[in-house]
């Protein structure tokens, strides 16, 4: 006996909705076992920068976070929800992170007793360590995260006491608004160092740095400096142009030499830059330069040369001016003044103004850092490219912290849309009148087939 239509229909239905629910279930399982995400934002809002990932990714053990917030905000809203919802974006990455919510209202004396002062303020712990965190963005949450990653204190102090530029400073020549600041921020303590009173370079010291000195050092000065590599310091030392002030037997010391003169990159001046900068664009392979692609600037370097010493391995860092030159002459940097090339005197690019050095001593690893500038990391010049992450790099690795070298956060891309007047006009009008229009168009068309 033949089906009837309607049986038909009805094993089709069913076989339908059976199949559906099937793919439906299957696809519910799936998603529960496995997490797949995937943020199509312009501006990536939804996921972290590699920088923050992987500064979660060096944290091995769990991170306990207490929010301090009340329910509702009077201006922010629903604070706890804000707070949850970001703190979800490194949860995804590291999910033993634990969020616990207090309400100051009605547990004063806890919050009494954290010294909570903001409603919405947040006590980040690791390792039994703890720091107090009053704004939410990812910025200040990963470089509050960096600096509980120091685990063990790391002192970094600069010698002081001849006009050098400060790693505290706030002078445009000085060091401190900027790079001296990051340091701070990922967790390095920093202080300054004058050897004619010191008896000598404390042993805490992480790493001593050396920037320009305007006056000579006394003999007994470099003496205690060069005791301080004997023992194994770690040092970057900071070489502009110009006199050493003493320090030629520190150059002796690290079999380097300083030859005098300029480095001039053309490249440089076709970025509209004076012709006395030098631009760092690829870098040799190195822990310091470990996935780092920024383009940095160097006001006025020297070049760097050092002879063959099988104690210490050698390493570049940055080369620049491969179309350029070391110039013994100061350039003409007066505006649409062209640098040349004077074969008789100039010594062709390209040229080394960075390096590493590195040796095993008294059962430990000593590391150096000598860069032919000091500029790079001013006040007045830290804030061009990768600069300041460069500089930071170099302090890790020399801190032995090359874990917590990371690319610094990427800058957003602009997604503004600036429109003419007559671009609107032309959108409104679709929008308001073209469209309205050719929609009862279609619906009257669609009106009168029927109706046929």
Partial sequence: MPRKPYQSNLLLNLAFVLALTGIAGG??????????????????????????VAVLRQLEGPVAITVYATEQDAQHGDVRKIIRDFLSLYQRYKPDIKLVFVDPSKEPEQARAAQIRFNGEMVVEYAGHSEHLTKINEPALTGTLLRLAHTRDQ???????????????????????????????????????????????????????????????????????????????????????GPLHGLERLAEKLDLQLPPGIVID?????????????????????????NFNLITAFPYARPLIWNENHDWQHQELVEVAPRGWVSRNKPDNQPGAKPHFDKQHDIPGPAVIAMALQRRINN?????????????????????????????????????????????????????????????EIISGFFLL????????????????RRA
Avoid: C
Avoid at 33 to 41: G, L
């Fill in 364 to 424: 430990r690893g000593q590391r150096i850092v000598v860069v032919g500038n000091g500029a790079f990391l001013a006040n007045s010049y830290a804030g061009n490219g990768g600069n300041v992450d460069l500089g930071v790099n170099m302090v890790n690795w020399l801190a032995s912290d090359e874990n917590l070298i990371t690319i610094q956060p990427r800058a957003a891309r602009d997604s503004s849309l600036v429109l003419s007047k007559r671009e609107l």
């Fill in 155 to 241: 002192t970094v102090m600069y010698l002081d006491g001849h006009g050098e530029p400060k790693l505290d400073g706030i002078a445009n020549y000085d060091l401190g608004s900027v790079f001296g600041a990051k340091l701070k921020q990922n967790g390095f303590h920093i202080g300054s160092l004058n050897l004619a009173l010191a008896q000598e370079v404390p042993d805490n010291v992480s790493v001593l740095v050396i920037t320009q000195p305007q006056l000579d050092l006394m003999p007994g000065e470099v003496d205690k400096l060069l005791r301080h590599i004997d023992r194994g310091g770690n040092l970057l030392w900071l070489v502009d142009t």
């Fill in 434 to 449: 073209a469209l309205p229009l050719l929609l009862a168009g279609a619906g009257i068309y669609l009106w009168r087939k």
């Fill in 27 to 52: 696809l519910g399982y799936l998603s529960a076992r496995y997490h797949i995400q995937r943020d199509v934002t312009y501006n990536t809002l939804n996921s972290l920068d590699p920088g923050s």
């Fill in 266 to 290: 053309p490249a440089a001046s076709a970025m509209n830059a004076p012709s006395t900068w030098s631009l760092g664009a690829t870098y040799p392979p190195h822990p310091v330069t470990r």
